[in-house]
Structures are given as C-alpha cells and as structure tokens.
C-alpha cells in the first residue's frame, strides 16, 4: 500500500507516535477503518493508543456503514474501501438533478416570484 497516510502510519510507529486519521466528513468514517485495520495487522500490531475521529451521522446513506462496538470500529467484512453509497441516496442527493436540489431550486423560484 503506497500512500502518504501508510507512510505516516510506519514512520509514526518507528517513533512511537500516535497516528488520528481525520474523518469528519462525509463519509470519510467508512475509508479511515480500512487504514486502522491496516496500521493494527500491518504495522503497529496494537490497538493500544490508537484512535480514528468519529462521527455520527451520514452513515445511513452508505452501503457498509462504520459499526462501533465496545467503543471500537469493526474491521471491514466487505472488499473495497466501504465508500459505496446507497443509490436511493444517490438519487435523492446528487447534484445538480436529484430530489433534494430539485425541491431547493422550486422552493427558490416561488421566492423569486
């Protein structure tokens, strides 16, 4: 795995320093597991002072959501980075045509008028 982030994962450990992956955004939870899973087998070899930011929304519109357990994040059971979103959620949020930004527009338009 070439990355900046197993970069950082390896040379954190040689000097015994934490590593946090940010993941606030939309659906950055999902991806940042694989990376914890990957500094746990393949380079730390400890869950001990480690860390990954959390939040808790968002979740509902990805196929494989983040499942917190026991105040840990489950290792992924599914290939791929666990980014796949739900395509009612496609639907409804992508931009420009889906739902959400169609009844923005409308809702836009009887202000205007």
Known sequence: MRSRRAASSRIAAEYGVPV???AGGAGLCEPVRHLATFDCVAVSG???YRV???VDHLHEHFLDP???????????TAPGFSAA???ESLARYCFPG?????ADTDRQKGHAA
């Open 20 to 22: 946090c992956p940010h």
């Open 46 to 48: 400890t869950v001990e």
């Open 52 to 54: 990954i930011e959390y």
């Open 66 to 76: 983040v499942v917190i357990r026991d105040g840990h994040c489950t290792a992924p």
């Open 85 to 87: 979103v739900r395509p």
């Open 98 to 102: 889906g739902a959400f930004w169609a």
